[in-house]
């Protein structure tokens, strides 16, 4: 079975600190995807990349930045964490479109 | 606009029924996908069902079948005899483009089912 593996369950940051969320999978998939859960607004996809060093914008980029510098590695960086990116983040990968994601267990992020 | 619309934020099913979560979408590529996710109170996002826009048949996939509809642009997912295991917040989403390259999923805001005894 494919495994995405985000590195924290839960954090606390404060405002201001430059926050790190990791994701790593394990089947050699091109594509893998930052998204945010917030409660009556679904996922809302932040970044993407389609291969290493590449990145792309979703629709929410804002305030975040992305990393891929070997294919099983995703990071999504917040430069100055505020308490408006308080949410739950999940990372995902795909290969074969008709499959869907296959997502990490995700990462509640809370910024005081 | 709304690429994808779930109208139920919330469904009240009893243990044995069945249970239809509505999905609506929008889009113009005539090549898409469209998928329903289970997400837990654990958090974890399942994949549940999967159907291609040139699909002939409905898929099914268990006690989970989707509905489509593809004039009405409805992707309503149905599930069969209804477990209290079944109580999770549940997502539709659509891929729009064929090929491996630009995948993105766009998702819909949820339906959170609650199965009672």
């Known amino acids: 079975d494919v495994k995405v593996t985000q590195s924290s369950r839960y954090l606390v940051k404060r405002t201001g600190e430059k926050v790190f969320l990791e994701c790593v999978q394990d089947m050699d998939h091109e594509n893998m995807f930052w998204y945010r859960q917030d409660p009556g607004l679904g996922l809302r996809l932040i970044y993407f990349?389609?291969?290493?060093?590449?990145?792309e914008k979703g629709d929410i980029p804002e305030g975040y930045s992305v990393s891929r510098e070997k294919k099983e590695r995703f990071s999504l960086i917040l430069e100055s964490a505020s308490t408006n990116q308080t949410s739950m983040y999940l990372c995902?990968?795909?290969?074969?479109?008709?499959?869907?994601?296959?997502f990490g267990s995700g990462t509640r992020l809370t910024v005081v | 606009a709304q690429k994808i619309t779930q109208t139920q934020p919330g469904m009240f099913v009893q243990e044995k029924e069945a249970v239809t979560l509505d999905c609506t979408y929008d889009t113009s590529d005539p090549s898409y996908g469209l998928f329903w996710y289970k997400q837990p109170s654990s958090g974890e996002m399942i994949f549940l069902i999967y159907?291609?826009?040139?699909?002939?048949q409905n898929a099914t996939e268990g006690r989970y079948s989707l509905n489509f509809q593809k004039a009405r642009k409805s992707a309503n997912l149905v599930i069969s005899a209804s477990q209290l295991g079944d109580s999770a917040m549940y997502f539709c989403a659509m891929r729009e483009g064929r090929g491996t390259g630009f995948q993105k999923l766009v998702f819909g805001t949820g339906t959170r089912l609650l199965v009672s005894p």
């Open positions: 995902a990968s795909s290969f074969q479109p008709n499959y869907g994601y296959t």
């Open positions: 990349s389609y291969d290493v060093k590449m990145k």
């Open positions: 159907q291609g826009s040139y699909d002939q």
